[in-house]
C-alpha cells in the first residue's frame, strides 16, 4: 500500500488490455 495510485493505474491497465484483447477477438472471428 505504498503506491496506491501506481496499484490503481496497473489495474486500470491491466483491464485496458483486457477490454482491448476481447474486442480484438471478437474482431477476429
Known amino acids: 500500500m ?3 495510485i501506481g ?3 496497473l489495474i486500470f491497465a491491466i483491464l ?3 477490454v ?3 474486442i ?3 474482431l477476429r472471428k
Open 2 to 4: 505504498s503506491d496506491p
Open 7 to 9: 496499484v490503481s493505474l
Open 16 to 18: 485496458i488490455v483486457a
Open 20 to 22: 482491448v484483447a476481447v
Open 24 to 26: 480484438i477477438a471478437l
